[in-house]
Nanobody, 115 residues
């Protein structure tokens, strides 16, 4: 059974940084790609960043230049380095992985940015 376990969320002041981790069961190369989504209260879940097996990455416009997605293949872990955080980044952040016919989600980790 596929498991994605997030960690690293917490409370941080505006301008601060956090690094989220997502540990995947099995090799991350078994997925087409992995991503981070977030969902703020009263809003839809939105894509933050994703990384494909090729290593290519995509970012939401709102986080470009501030967030970086990366991976450690040996640890089957994907990271989201978040810098220059602002209150609008407050949300539950979810790890996501997908294969041709399956999509998997982690349980989410709360990120709260105080002004």
């Amino acid at each position: 059974q596929v498991q994605l376990v997030e960690s690293g969320g917490g409370l941080v002041q505006a301008g601060g940084s956090l690094r989220l981790s997502c540990a995947a069961s099995g090799s991350i190369f078994s997925y087409i790609g992995m991503a981070w989504y977030r969902q703020a209260p009263g809003k839809q879940r939105e894509l933050v960043a994703r990384i494909f097996n090729s290593g290519s990455t995509n970012y939401a416009d709102s986080v470009k230049g501030r967030f970086t997605i990366s991976r450690d293949n040996a640890k089957s872990t994907v990271y989201l380095q978040m810098n220059s955080l602002n209150p609008e980044d407050t949300a539950v952040y979810y790890c996501n992985a997908w294969r041709v016919s399956s999509i998997y989600w982690g349980q989410g980790t709360q990120v709260t940015v105080s002004s």
